[in-house]
């Protein structure tokens, strides 16, 4: 699976931001998806993951009710809504696919896109 995010920008804090991730090579409806992201001199953590019917969403704490992810299996498409985004929202994002169900651990994922930069002014 080849993945390609985008839609990463500067934003003002309190704005919003929508990310695409769209997939080829393998059938997309059969992964996990998820997204995380890496901030400068952090490591990378866990945003979001959906699964792969988008019945079922995980969430990480810092981001529970201003994120939304969901996917569009006939777009091979996953997106991350990110709205009231705060200055530590800044980082790296990217998407990932695996065949873990429901994991928020990045060595369960097996495909990865190339991150695009979200930075949110305070």
């Known amino acids: 699976v080849q993945l390609q995010a985008y839609g990463g920008g500067l934003v003002q804090a309190g704005g919003s931001l929508r990310l695409s991730c769209e997939a080829s090579?393998?059938?997309?409806?059969?992964?996990?998806m998820g997204w995380f992201r890496q901030a400068p001199g952090k490591e990378r953590e866990f945003v979001a993951g959906?699964?792969?019917?988008?019945?079922?969403?995980l969430y990480a704490e810092s981001v529970k009710g201003r994120f939304t992810i969901s996917r569009d299996n006939a777009k091979s498409t996953v997106y991350l809504q990110m709205n009231s985004l705060k200055p530590e929202d800044t980082a790296v994002y990217y998407c990932?696919?695996?065949?873990?169900?429901?994991?928020?651990?990045?060595?369960?994922?097996?495909?990865w896109g190339q991150g695009t930069l979200v930075t949110v002014s305070s």
């Open positions: 959906i699964s792969w019917s988008a019945g079922v969403t």
């Open positions: 990932a696919a695996g065949i873990v169900y429901g994991s928020g651990r990045g060595r369960d994922y097996a495909y």
């Open positions: 090579g393998r059938t997309f409806s059969r992964y996990y």
